[in-house]
């Protein structure tokens, strides 16, 4: 199989080991309008899968879930990716941490960056303070590179958390809480719940859990229009402008407006035209 080059102009690449969690918030991106129920694809083509991928040293890629460590083989996919791919981890935290550490060295998710490369999600009524605050610190202290995002819903624990954290000098960062009356959004028609016709034009590479590709999380949480496979003989990933019939159905994270990889305000994982030509 030919390696799978991500052309320049992409800025995510994104691996859903599962969609598995062992927390049911309310407010989950994931399930947002609904969520495909995926058969997981087995540790070793995975790992042949991702191999494949020909990326950069400032464009890792993610792994994440639903919640990754849930997946069966997790510590052996990890050290069964090439060391020359840089991998960065999303988490809610909900693992025993000696285990991981014992599995996973610092080097293989440390890199030099604007954010870090293992980053532990709050998620207001489900995580465990004390816990979350007791891993990352030991993770820190032990080399990983590991902050803290909390999705800002507006409980106040989310304060208490931010001070404790800057007390044992913790990257913390908050994330907007999403849904069709939150959130900063370049399209807003893009979630009026009105079906419409669009072009879109993708700039990540999303993997769901069976190995499909998928342009948008639209797409990937419903399980339709996916364009390939990781394991396909060749995987060219969509530059250009394509149809859409569920513009109005837009998953938030697709939408919104936030940080790109450098941490620059202002990117947006999609560009959207509607087909009169002008941008909606």
């Known amino acids: 199989m ?9 800025n995510y690449i994104s691996a859903f080991l599962t969609f598995a969690c062992s927390f049911s918030c309310h407010y989950c991106i994931n399930k947002y309008n609904g969520l495909h129920k ?31 460590t849930l997946y069966k083989n997790f510590y052996k996919l990890i050290p069964g990716v090439d060391e020359k791919i840089p991998l960065d981890l999303l988490t809610n935290g909900d693992f025993h941490v000696e285990e991981f550490m014992s599995e ?28 979350l605050m007791w891993d990352v610190k030991t993770l820190q202290d032990r080399g990983y590179f590991v902050g803290i995002w909390a999705v ?51 700039s990540e590479m999303l993997i769901a859990p069976d190995g499909r590709l998928f342009r948008c999380h639209h797409d990937l949480y419903h399980g339709v ?17 394509l149809p859409c019939d569920n513009f109005g159905l837009c998953n938030p994270c697709d939408i919104k407006t936030k940080f790109n990889r450098f941490q620059e305000m202002g990117h947006c994982s999609v560009t959207i035209k509607e087909n009169n030509g002008k941008a909606s």
Not at 2 to 10: A, L, S, V
Not at 54 to 65: E, K, N, S, Y
Not at 226 to 241: M, Q, R
Request: charged residues 35%; glycine residues 6%; hydrophobic residues 25%.
């Open 225 to 241: 229009n996916s364009y390939g496979h990781i394991l396909d003989k060749e995987v060219a990933l969509p530059t250009d402008f």
């Open 2 to 10: 030919k390696k799978i080059k991500i052309p320049d102009e992409y």
């Open 104 to 131: 996973i060295p610092p080097e293989r998710l440390k890199r030099r960056a604007k954010y870090a490369s293992i980053r532990f999600s709050y998620h207001p009524g489900y995580t465990d303070i004390q816990k």
């Open 152 to 202: 800002d819903t507006g409980d106040p624990v989310v304060e208490i958390l931010k001070k404790a954290a800057k007390d044992f000098d913790i990257d913390f960062r908050t994330k907007e809480y999403l849904d069709q009356d939150h959130g900063t959004y370049r399209y807003p028609k893009a979630m009026d719940g009105k079906r419409k016709k669009a072009r879109c034009k993708p």
């Open 38 to 68: 995926y058969k997981q694809m087995p540790f070793k083509d995975w790992i042949q899968g991702l191999n494949r991928i020909q990326t950069r040293g400032d464009l890792p890629i993610t792994i994440t879930g639903g919640e990754p």
